[in-house]
């Protein structure tokens, strides 16, 4: 079977709006890139940091490359078999246990890869950018009643009165039907695959005595490749959906937009803006504030209206994967759980996010920092909440970098966070995770990575 969950992970290539999205040098500790990122690493962080205080006047990097995939539901090893092994189906048993599992917990994951990352100083005080970014997340969190329809479908034995079986069918009835806004109430649903072209400038506005300020504006052509977005709130239920990638294929009866079934072509375009503005005071302290991903998408093919219709006949067993991409597929499937009518087109705004930092320089060898990403919507690909990041790195021998942080919210546990960096000034590379906690332990498990070895400044 055509594994589409990786296919939707990796064929991301890169940047999510994740604290630290594929910055291995600066996932490790959590709460200093909004300050201290410059070059083309501040793209979708702060543009206002691109000239930076750097010795380097060009930087360059290949194949950044990160990812997480958190679960309250589940346990690491789950969530390993789930990444790369997950193409067995699930049995009846299986299916209960996992319904049981996500009751009110929620599953998120993001893979980012910066493909290519090229910057340099136009003169002393303006710094330019480009970088070919992408993204995919993916974030759930079912009620009890959600959980037990998706997993357990005309077996849920709390809705479903009889079940009928004939040679050619097998369903259940409910005597006392609900709607799908009721059965789902305190239901979400979100999956968001994009790719991103980016050009980015920034400039020293005001250099005097012991205050500099930058700022910084960063300009973004969007495609999207797959978008799923379906929450339920007391009596609605709203949801639309665009997927390409191959996830959901749909003929011309289906809907009246474009029909899109190749894996790599976009169902939707759009542009977004990023903001923002940084200074430093004295040698100690820097300041940063940005507002990134302003702006709309338009999606124009496979587009799907997903309808609040009574559910009083389910013809559906139940998932029968873990695999949350394929999930979405099989509740749509033959209008398994979710039916739909065809739209022509659906336009959604960016997760726009403001983001704050401050740091400080305690001595040449070690600062610390703090950083904040404020979601200011909950569409798709935003964070589910506030992420908080505290942190610092510490330099030893001139060429070995260590960071450590804490981070709490975005979706996300509280998670420990941890870097190893290695800086030839020429050549950087490293590696790190936005959780240590989880190489130790089981329960509620952040596996994430960020690497890179492919970083040169010149």
Known sequence: MKNIFLIALFFSTAY???Q????FNYTGSSGLSTVYATDYQAIGINPANIPGDTAHAMALSIGETAFSFFSEALIKDDVRDIIFNNDDALDSAEQQTLALAFLNNGVTFDVDVRTIGLSFKATDAIGIALSFDGSSQYFSKFSESAASLIFEGYDFDEYIDTIIVTPDDTFGVAYEPLSLSELMNGTALRFNVRSDINLAVGARLINQNDLIIYGGVGLKYIMGYAYFDLKAEGDQTIGVSSLGLGIFELDENDTPSEIVNEVYKPVGKGFGVDLGVSAKL???ISLGLSIIDIGKMKYQANVLQLNNVVLDTIRFSGVTTDNPVQLIQQILEDNNVLEYSGLTEIGVALPTTLRIGAGYQATNFLRIGADAAVPFN???????????GIGGEITLAKVIKLSAGASFGGGYNTNISGGFVLDFKIWELGIA?????TLFGQESPTVSMAIGVLRFKI
């Open 20 to 23: 630290t999205g594929s910055l």
């Open 433 to 437: 995770t936005r959780d240590i906690k």
């Open 378 to 388: 909950n569409v798709a690909g935003a964070y589910e909440n506030a992420l908080v």
């Open 282 to 284: 004295g040698e100690k």
């Open 16 to 18: 999510l709006q994740a």
